[in-house]
């Protein structure tokens, strides 16, 4: 059994920044793969990045590219999401998710997922 425990959500205005954390914990030694996925209000779950733990490659999907960045402190056990020139439209529940890799890659699929955080909530006011 793997725990993911998320933190750093909070409320900010529209160009601000956040930067979420997830710690892992329990028997996490068949997971390959972290992950973000966000719910937005009446949307459906989806994927936000990927980062694969043994050699740190990354994925992002569109919506997060050039102003996301996903990161592992495996000292530390924590991944983190680094979230930049926020919008309105990221408001939503972010999910930290561990699971393994999809065609040969780590990717935001929620096929991929097999341990999800509680989530944690984003608001972004205008």
């Known amino acids: 059994q793997v725990l993911l425990a998320e933190s750093g959500g909070g409320s900010v205005q529209s160009g601000e920044s956040l930067k979420l954390s997830c710690v892992v914990s329990g028997d996490s030694h068949n997971v390959h793969c972290m992950n973000w996925f966000r719910q937005r209000p009446e949307k459906a779950r989806e994927g936000v990045a990927s980062i694969d733990i043994s050699d740190g490659e990354t994925i992002y999907a569109a919506s997060a590219k050039g102003r996301f960045t996903i990161s592992q402190d495996s000292a530390k056990n924590t991944l983190y999401l680094e979230m930049n020139a926020l919008q309105p439209d990221d408001t939503g529940t972010y999910y930290c998710?561990?699971?393994?890799?999809?065609?040969?890659?780590?990717?935001?699929?929620?096929?991929?997922?097999?341990?999800w955080g509680k989530g944690i909530l984003v608001t972004v006011s205008s």
């Open positions: 998710a561990a699971g393994r890799r999809l065609l040969g890659q780590c990717r935001p699929w929620i096929e991929g997922v097999d341990y």
